[in-house]
């Protein structure tokens, strides 16, 4: 009865995944179309930092750690035309950026300061420079963008 179940089930999915189930599942691939931007932070504080992307609600792809006093450097994407922000992995997946957060090293999550995105159409996503220093008291963490000479 289980095995009839089964393949009654495995036989109906197709019909529930609709016409374009296929457009909804597509990975796009690749740089084109993308600029980049660049993300690059300065440490100001005693502590190591860590800095991640939320790529969606249960997952999220690091962007890397900068040493007490040092910096961290690394790249996003920008499509443009739609204002989206994308992080690639190894196979270039873009994969869309929903929040960015620094935070220190093993606490990044709850110590944590929030990097705001533009996200505008029409423009791509300015360079993402910051300087990140300890809160009064040191319990969380704060970057700010840093101020073009």
């Known amino acids: 009865m289980r095995k009839i179940i089964l393949q009654a089930i495995v036989a109906l999915l197709p019909l529930t995944a609709g016409p374009h189930a296929e457009e909804v599942h597509k990975v796009e691939r690749g740089t084109e179309g993308l600029s980049v931007i660049r993300f690059h932070l300065v440490n100001e504080t005693d502590r190591p930092l860590a800095c991640a992307a939320a790529i969606a609600h249960w997952y999220s792809a690091e962007l890397g750690t900068a040493a007490p006093h040092g910096e961290l450097s690394a790249q ?74």
């Open 76 to 149: 996003l994407w920008s499509r443009p035309k739609t204002g989206e922000v994308f992080l690639l992995n190894r196979n270039q997946d873009n994969m869309p950026v929903q929040t960015l957060w620094c935070g220190f090293a093993g606490a990044d999550v709850s110590t944590r300061s929030d990097i705001l995105l533009a996200r505008r159409a029409g423009a791509v996503e300015p360079a993402i420079e910051l300087r990140c220093t300890a809160t009064e008291g040191g319990a969380t963490l704060e970057c700010r963008r840093a101020v073009a000479d």
